[in-house]
Nanobody, 119 residues
């Protein structure tokens, strides 16, 4: 099992920045991919950014050039630096970890952290 705990959400004005962090614990050696998803009210959960163990990243088109994902393998954390925030970035952000040694792959989720972009 893998446990994920997010931190760093909050209220920020348009154009501002926030940094989200996620700490992983448990059987972290089984994780292949870590990343961030978000869910706005009335919408489906969507991918924001992911990073594999080899450093390959994937970003949603809507956040490219504004958000940066990073991982610290020593501290077992994944972070999301969010710059130039827009009101449409408002959502609950979830940390995600994927175990690909099972079929189908196993997803682990954090409890979510609220990000609100508003003036």
């Amino acid at each position: 099992q893998v446990q994920l705990v997010e931190s760093g959400g909050g209220l920020v004005q348009p154009g501002g920045s926030l940094r989200l962090s996620c700490a992983a614990s448990g059987s972290i050696f089984i994780i292949s991919v870590m990343g961030w998803y978000r869910q706005a009210p009335g919408k489906q959960r969507e991918l924001v950014a992911t990073m594999t163990n080899t450093g390959t990243t994937n970003y949603a088109d809507s956040v490219k050039g504004r958000f940066t994902i990073s991982r610290d393998s020593v501290r077992n954390t994944v972070s999301l630096q969010m710059n130039s925030l827009k009101p449409e970035d408002t959502a609950v952000y979830y940390c995600n970890a994927v175990r690909t040694t099972t079929f189908p792959p196993t997803d682990y989720w954090g409890q979510g952290t609220q990000v609100t972009v508003s003036s």
